[in-house]
T-cell receptor
Framework: SQQGEEDPQALSIQEGENATMNCSYK?????LQWYRQNSGRGLVHLIL?????REKHSGRLRVTLDTSKKSSSLLITASRAADTASYFC????????????FGKGTHLIIQP | SQTIHQWPATLVQPVGSPLSLECTVE??????LYWYRQAAGRGLQLLFY??????ISSEVPQNLSASRPQDRQFILSSKKLLLSDSGFYLC????????????FGDGTRLSIL
């Protein structure tokens, strides 16, 4: 079953603007991860935030986590055309073999 | 460095035919291995995972099976494909542990006719 739900489903912005994507989940988690998928390719891990962390940065990425609201956000600053991709949140809850539960993703389009 | 190979990239099969998709990992030992399916415009659904040779766990009932004959080899199979088996199949590995990221292959696009 899918736990994470990203919002919006699709987002189109101009190059240079900031892009914000949100993720909500339903159960208690150990950590939440964000992945990126270029069209027709596999997923690439971007960043992991633990349940006891509230914010994390990596380059142009900023992730927040609010466990009381069971939600997370991914901010991409100064977007580039190459950021065009689908972005997925995934939660780790201690299930079988550390399996992740993925959301449906946000499709981000950066217009040059 | 670690790499993951998945093949074929695309596959068109008739209904009722068998299936074998292969995934191999290089540069690491005793990885956790995963098979996911992604329907168009949807997230990933975990199908199978394996923590060691010969150890397979299934997350959902289905027409597919998986095997791990070697430490770094993971195979997805079916004896008779259904139309509903169409989708994008992704193999992934991780080092084990909840805080280990998963590393994905480039997937197989399977179309059933």
């Amino acid at each position: 079953s899918q736990q994470g739900e990203e919002d919006p489903q699709a987002l189109s912005i101009q190059e240079g603007e900031n892009a914000t994507m949100n993720c909500s989940y339903k159960t208690s988690i150990n950590n939440l991860q964000w992945y990126r998928q270029n069209s027709g390719r596999g997923l690439v891990h971007l960043i992991l935030i633990r349940s006891n962390e509230r914010e994390k940065h990596s380059g142009r990425l900023r992730v927040t986590l609010d466990t009381s609201k069971k939600s997370s956000s991914l901010l991409i600053t100064a977007s580039r055309a190459a950021d065009t991709a689908s972005y997925f949140c995934a939660t780790a809850s201690g299930g079988g073999a550390d399996g992740l539960t993925f959301g449906k993703g946000t499709h981000l389009i950066i217009q040059p | 460095s670690q790499t993951i190979h998945q093949w074929p990239a695309t596959l068109v099969q008739p209904v009722g035919s068998p299936l074998s998709l292969e995934c191999t990992v290089e540069g690491t030992s005793n990885p956790n291995l995963y098979w996911y399916r992604q329907a168009a415009g949807r997230g990933l659904q975990l199908l199978f995972y394996s923590v060691g040779i010969g150890q397979i766990s299934s997350e959902v009932p289905q027409n597919l099976s998986a095997s791990r004959p070697q430490d770094r080899q993971f195979i997805l199979s079916s004896k008779k494909l259904l139309l509903s088996d169409s989708g994008f199949y992704l193999c992934a590995w991780s080092g084990g542990g909840l805080e280990q990221p998963q590393h994905f292959g480039d997937g197989t696009r399977l179309s059933i006719l």
